[in-house]
């Protein structure tokens, strides 16, 4: 069975860093598309980053020039580096990915269990 499981996260003064790790397990054949998405207290889920097999990631406006997302392919895992964070970075944080599966000739949409990130101001 394919999961996405989030590490990282907690808790941090706003300037401070965080990163979070995103590990796909399970037996599948691929992975295109993986991403953050965070959802802050009493608001919807947002997307923060996301980066595909080949080519350049995208960024929301609010995060770009302070987070960082990456992937190590050998590894079925993802990164997000989180620089200068601000009280308004408080949210629950979503790993994503769209996996092709053996047998499957269609990539699905799969999430992590999510991780806390707190901001202190």
């Known amino acids: 069975q394919v999961q996405l499981v989030e590490s990282g996260g907690g808790l941090v003064q706003a300037g401070g860093s965080l990163g979070l790790s995103c590990a796909a397990s399970g037996s599948f054949h691929s992975i295109d598309v993986m991403g953050w998405y965070r959802q802050p207290p009493g608001k919807q889920r947002e997307l923060v980053a996301t980066?595909?097999?080949?080519?350049?990631?995208n960024y929301a406006d609010s995060v770009k020039g302070r987070f960082t997302i990456s992937r190590d392919n050998a590894k079925n895992t993802l990164y997000l580096q989180m620089n200068s964070l601000m009280p308004e970075d408080t949210a629950v944080y979503f790993c994503y990915g769209t996996l092709r599966t053996w047998g499957s000739l269609t990539y699905r949409s799969y999430w992590g269990q999510g991780t806390q990130v707190t901001v202190s101001s």
């Open positions: 980066t595909r097999s080949v080519g350049s990631p």
